[in-house]
């Protein structure tokens, strides 16, 4: 963990840090671990926190923020352009108080202050009426009720950005925003225009004038899946091409990759300055960034390596492939407990696998191996694994004696 102070804080939810050696540092709200709100948080505030990468990008974010002072006394301030008009937030409180007994909400429409309530109370002095939704159609007929939010709705997805993490929804003739955060199932990466969703509807935290959908799930969840075989697909996906930059591929990934089953592939290229890499599988070359590298280290991964891998569709960009949890395929470890036909290893990365004497390496006898023996061997996913099991992922084939214990005698 690091320790820096806040360096200056934006209204849309993010700030920077001064870390100790004096360069700044980003970081999110949703990354804040004891204030409900970024805004909470003041320029020259002590901070801890750990250094992480923004999605999966090699652009370095703080993350786990704790705020070392003490802020409990801090309250989160209005939003932009809410004060002065009407008495403002530091007038008299007229109307209805807002949520959690707060001042009254207010909304600015073409320069002029009123007082809104976003459960459903008249503007006051006859003023213009909210507009319920993100700037796309008229004004939403459906203003949330006195009691509380509406819901659950059921709307169609009318429009995704990606490159955003967010989304629209069509409800009774209006847009209604949602972020990628508000997705319960399936996951953001796998809605598509189009599809029936139900959701909540409730005033937007940070534009309470504004109306956004919470708890977005599927309307019809695919059956359980049971039996053998491969899972069927889940809701909404869509196959994706090929690798980065590839264009249009012959190649789709097989449709049960995203469960978990392992491919196995060699190393293309690493460019250890942007910290990613690409590996070729069955012809198409596939990217993958350092995060993924279980086994070794990135580092001391090179170019021709040959290693396993789940491939999936990538979060930031879904219609393209990527690897995750890479894995050297040969790997050497120590044997743990030896049976009569069987035994376990513990393998350098970690892992306690299964290997069976019938899975030796040609001119290697199961009975020439000794309990704390160093051994290599190829790390592929177990049968169980693959059929959905419960179990180790991995068990051990062709085993072979490692040439270290030969160096030793």
């Known amino acids: 963990m690091e320790t820096g102070t806040v360096a200056r804080i934006n209204d849309k939810g993010f700030g920077f840090i001064t870390r100790d050696n004096g360069s700044e540092i980003f970081f999110h709200t949703r990354e804040v671990t004891n204030a409900s709100d970024i805004?909470?948080?003041?320029?020259?505030?002590?901070?801890?926190?750990?250094?992480?990468?923004?999605?999966?990008?090699?652009?370095?974010?703080?993350?786990?923020?704790?705020?070392?002072?003490?802020?409990?006394?801090?309250?989160?301030?209005?939003?932009?352009?809410?004060?002065?008009?009407?008495?403002?937030?530091?007038?008299?409180?007229?109307?209805?108080?807002?949520?959690?007994?707060g001042p009254p909400r207010r909304f600015h429409d073409r320069g002029h202050t009123q007082r809104f309530d976003p459960y459903g109370g008249p503007p006051p002095h006859g003023g213009p009426p909210p507009h319920?939704?993100?700037?796309?159609?008229?004004?939403?007929?459906?203003?949330?009720?006195?009691?509380?939010?509406?819901?659950?709705?059921?709307?169609?997805?009318?429009?995704?950005?990606?490159?955003?993490?967010?989304?629209?929804?069509?409800?009774?003739?209006?847009?209604?925003?949602?972020?990628?955060?508000?997705?319960?199932?399936?996951?953001?990466?796998?809605?598509?225009?189009?599809?029936?969703?139900?959701?909540?509807?409730?005033?937007?935290?940070?534009?309470?004038?504004?109306?956004?959908?919470?708890?977005?799930?599927?309307?019809?969840?695919?059956?359980?899946?049971?039996?053998?075989?491969?899972?069927?697909?889940?809701?909404?996906?869509?196959?994706?091409?090929?690798?980065?930059?590839?264009?249009?591929?012959?190649?789709?990934?097989?449709?049960?990759h995203q469960h978990g089953l392992r491919s196995e592939g060699k190393i293309r290229e690493i460019n250890y300055d942007k910290?990613?890499?690409?590996?070729?599988?069955?012809?198409?070359?596939?990217?993958?960034?350092?995060?993924?590298?279980?086994?070794?280290?990135?580092?001391?991964l090179k170019e021709g390596d040959q290693v396993s891998y789940v491939l999936g569709p990538d979060p930031r960009k879904p219609d393209k492939t990527k690897a995750f949890e890479i894995q050297a395929l040969y790997q050497e470890g120590n044997i743990d407990v030896l049976k009569e036909k069987f035994g376990f290893i513990n393998t350098d990365s970690g892992e306690r696998i299964f290997f069976h004497g019938s899975f030796m390496n040609p001119g290697t006898g199961f009975d020439s191996l000794q309990q704390g023996m160093r051994v290599r061997f190829k790390m592929i996913q177990s049968r169980k694994a693959q059929q959905g099991a419960a179990g180790s992922p991995f068990e051990a084939q062709e085993v072979e004696i490692s040439d270290s214990n030969m160096q030793e005698g």
């Open 39 to 101: 805004r909470c948080l003041q320029p020259n505030d002590s901070v801890q926190f750990k250094v992480g990468y923004h999605n999966n990008s090699s652009k370095e974010e703080a993350q786990q923020v704790t705020v070392l002072n003490d802020i409990s006394h801090r309250s989160r301030p209005p939003p932009p352009g809410s004060r002065g008009g009407h008495g403002g937030y530091n007038g008299p409180p007229h109307g209805r108080p807002g949520p959690h007994g």
């Open 132 to 256: 319920n939704n993100y700037g796309h159609g008229p004004p939403g007929p459906y203003p949330p009720p006195n009691n509380g939010p509406v819901g659950p709705c059921e709307g169609r997805i009318r429009e995704i950005k990606w490159d955003r993490k967010i989304g629209f929804i069509m409800y009774q003739g209006n847009s209604i925003f949602f972020h990628r955060d508000q997705v319960i199932f399936p996951a953001f990466e796998q809605l598509h225009e189009g599809s029936i969703v139900t959701f909540d509807i409730r005033p937007d935290p940070k534009k309470p004038e504004k109306n956004k959908a919470f708890d977005i799930r599927a309307a019809h969840a695919p059956p359980p899946h049971r039996g053998r075989g491969p899972p069927p697909p889940r809701y909404g996906s869509r196959p994706p091409p090929t690798g980065y930059g590839g264009g249009p591929g012959h190649f789709p990934p097989p449709p049960h």
């Open 275 to 300: 910290k990613i890499g690409f590996l070729m599988h069955q012809g198409q070359s596939i990217f993958f960034h350092r995060d993924q590298v279980v086994f070794p280290e990135y580092e001391n």
